[in-house]
């Protein structure tokens, strides 16, 4: 019986990436590697491992195993001044297959099979797993590590394999994974390695102030909307929540424009989906696909960029329809809106609660939620019951409440007031949750405090999963489409590492292949295609209001959404896009992916722009960091940006958790307040400052030389 180990595939893809990366950035690496210091090297060794930990020479035992896997790893060796030892390594692991490497070492040193066995006889290096009557082949690269358990016939078998067990190229399967294992490791300190030097040696890179923790990016949802503090809160007439509606919209498409502008900005969410993705979390079985390499990173990028075009269409949709309510007088067409947007509400409650699941699932409620294996998309599920966690940790018990598929919109309303209620009487429990929790649990209580606002406004039906559903069936379509073409894109030239995105032209290039890929494969570019969906579901509504006004019954019942055509065939739908292309006047997309680097504010006021406030030094200083386009820009501390605000007259109003309203004063002649949420950590950094910066810059028209000292 045959049986192809996932390490296997694992040790394999990620030697494919190596080589494609040292064959790309192999000379640069070299360069870098020679001018660094002593420190500088250390600093880049330390950069890749867990807590910066490394071996400090080769009998280094603090690591336990380490020290027998990967010796040569270490700073003595690695980093002596001068040394070029780990060009050395990295050009033999990178250049050479991986049949070669179980051979040879680098620089005449034992090669892994060698190596792995030494380290048995002399070090008791032990698998964890016997695996018996099982064997291991490295005959050649085609079956490299293929392993064999023998079923009958034992000491036949055995005859058969001597030749090779004496040429060294079979092994009991318990060395072989030792050896895969070993070959793993280096594949992967090697590849990060290349990452981090770059990162230490790039002198073009863009706001290289990005997040620190690699598998947990920092990030930033200034949130829009808060949740009512109230469990009965008050009716909320239409028109602010319009208005509310619309403050959510804006604050996505600035978003998206930041994303497709800012290579900062677009590099901390693509590593956030990569790192966040379902393949890393155990399924029922307790598996993990190997999905730390570079072929993952063109679908993060994927999906980064088309979570964010798609969220932004949702709420666009969302203003439409409650627009279109407000002028709505027929019974029967107030029913169709109102039943389309209770689906539309419901999307992105799901897509909220899918995305708290994923961050959730890799961070800190990872033994609480599996993959399940048997579905297409990795669809993740609570395991074991939440309700164990009451005492012991009830933030994690509130937070798996909100995960479950039971879980709807009206009853997240209480796990959210749990958690409310749990981080003003406990602070120091927010922070726990990291930046990614934060921010997603964040955008679940934005939506979820819309729908119970909607609820008590207006009739709203539940959703209705069997009637046709105008925006939800479109944007499944989309998504389906562009699934089935993800395959097909591959951006490493631009994104492999991610932090390429950093150097000039590659994030911008990368957008570029991304919409003609799409524009190739799907008739029309990305931003069109959702610009398009969201006119031709207000065109059936508006077809739907024609036909209800012409309805005579007194007594006219919902007419179900499915009575609408069917829909059209993929082939039918690409090449009607096509011919659509051809005759679509020269305007961009209000969703555009590529976009000039900088974009029209039209929606800042002039007067406001010209205006010059005088302010304290402390003032100043806070807003000449927050408006800096320095690559060296730092951070702004929480506190600090409120007290600037404050000396402006701004009132600080708290609402929801982080969620905070800077109402301006009489004095400055500004109509609107904004909605910022306190980041993690009460610190503004990186993207965050950018993104606060165009929120200001939008609303406010201010500018760096808005503010002088008094």
């Given at each position: ?47 890749g ?75 008791n ?72 030097v ?19 990016p ?5 949130s ?49 989906w ?15 696909l190997?999905?730390l ?35 709505a ?13 209770s ?13 708290l ?22 669809r ?23 995960c ?20 003003r ?79 000039p ?39 739907r ?21 069917a ?8 090449e009607g ?23 029209p ?18 003032t100043?200083e ?37 969620v ?38 939008r ?12």
């Amino acid at each position: 019986m045959m049986q192809y180990a996932s390490s296997i595939e694992a040790v394999k893809e990620l030697h494919s990436d190596l080589c494609r990366k040292y064959k790309r950035h192999g000379p640069k690496v070299q360069q870098i590697w020679r001018g660094l210091s002593q420190a500088q090297r250390t600093r880049a060794m330390k950069a890749g491992v867990a807590e910066g930990i490394v071996l400090r020479h080769a009998l280094d035992y603090s690591l336990n195993n380490v020290c027998k896997f990967t010796p040569e790893w270490n700073l003595r060796d690695i980093t002596a001044p001068s040394s070029d030892f780990f060009l050395d390594l990295l050009e033999h692991r990178a250049t050479k297959t991986l049949h070669e490497q179980y051979i040879d070492g680098c620089n005449g040193r034992p090669g892994d099979h060698e190596h792995i066995m030494e380290m048995m006889r002399t070090r008791n290096l032990r698998p964890a797993n016997p695996f018996k009557d099982c064997y291991s082949l490295f005959i050649d690269d085609q079956k490299y590590g293929q392993s064999v358990r023998i079923l009958k016939d034992h000491n036949e078998t055995l005859a058969a394999l001597a030749p090779a067990f004496r040429a060294g190229l079979c092994v009991p399967q318990s060395a072989g994974e030792l050896i895969i294992t070993r070959q793993i490791y280096m594949c992967q300190l090697l590849t990060i390695m290349i990452d981090d030097v770059l990162d230490v040696g790039s002198t073009t890179r863009s706001q290289q102030k990005t997040p620190p923790e690699r598998a947990q990016p920092a990030s930033a949802a200034l949130s829009t909307l808060a949740v009512a503090q109230s469990s009965k809160p008050g009716k909320v007439e239409l028109p602010v929540l319009v208005a509310n509606a619309i403050d959510r919209k804006s604050f996505l498409d600035e978003y998206l424009g930041l994303l497709c502008t800012e290579p900062v900005v677009l590099a901390h969410e693509v590593n956030l989906w990569f790192f966040s993705r379902p393949e890393l979390v155990a399924d029922e079985r307790g598996r993990i696909l190997p999905a730390l390499t570079d072929r993952y990173i063109s679908s993060a990028f994927v999906e980064a960029v088309h979570s964010a075009v798609n969220t932004a269409a949702i709420w666009n949709y969302i203003c439409r329809l409650l627009e279109l309510l407000q002028g709505a007088t027929n019974k029967a067409h107030r029913a169709t809106l109102l039943q389309e947007i209770s689906n539309v509400c419901h999307l992105e409650y799901n897509r909220a609660q899918s995305m708290l699941k994923r961050h959730l699932a890799t961070s800190i409620g990872s033994k609480w939620l599996k993959r399940i294996s048997n579905s297409s998309d990795h669809r993740l599920a609570v395991k074991g019951d939440p309700e164990l966690l009451t005492r012991e940790n009830p933030q994690l018990h509130y937070l798996l409440r909100l995960c479950q598929n039971e879980t709807n919109a009206q009853k997240a309303m209480h796990w959210v007031h749990k958690l409310d209620e749990l981080h003003r009487s406990h602070p120091s429990e927010r922070e726990v949750l990291g930046s990614r929790v934060a921010d997603s649990l964040c955008d679940l209580a934005i939506i979820v405090s819309f729908i119970q606002s909607l609820s008590l406004s207006v009739a709203i039906p539940p959703i209705n999963r069997k009637k046709r559903q105008f925006f939800a069936s479109g944007a499944a379509e989309l998504g389906a489409e562009l699934g089935q073409i993800k395959a097909k894109i591959d951006l490493t030239d631009f994104a492999a590492p991610i932090d390429n995105l950093l150097e000039p032209g590659m994030a911008e290039n990368a957008l570029k292949a991304l919409d003609q890929c799409i524009l190739d494969n799907m008739g029309t570019k990305m931003g069109f295609l959702y610009e398009d969906l969201i006119a031709d579901c207000t065109l059936r509504l508006e077809d739907r209001s024609i036909k209800d006004k012409a309805d005579q019954q007194a007594k006219a019942e919902f007419i179900p959404l499915s009575s609408e055509p069917a829909a059209l065939p993929q082939e039918a739908r690409v090449e009607g896009r096509k011919q659509k292309e051809k005759t679509r006047p020269a305007h961009s997309s209000i969703y555009e992916i590529t976009r000039p680097a900088e974009r029209p504010v039209e929606d800042v006021k002039t007067t406001e722009s010209m205006q010059t406030l005088t302010v304290k030094p402390a003032t100043a200083e806070t807003f000449y960091a927050l408006f800096s386009r320095s690559e060296a820009r730092g951070s702004v501390q929480w506190t600090a940006f409120e007290s600037a605000m404050a000396d402006l007259g701004f009132s600080i109003i708290p609402e929801y958790g982080s969620v905070y309203t800077f109402a301006p004063p009489s004095n400055l002649d500004l109509q609107k307040s904004i909605k910022l949420h306190r980041p993690h950590q009460s610190r503004i950094e990186g993207h965050q400052l950018l993104f606060l910066a165009s929120r200001l810059t939008r609303n406010y028209g201010w500018t760096s030389s808005t503010f002088q000292v008094a």
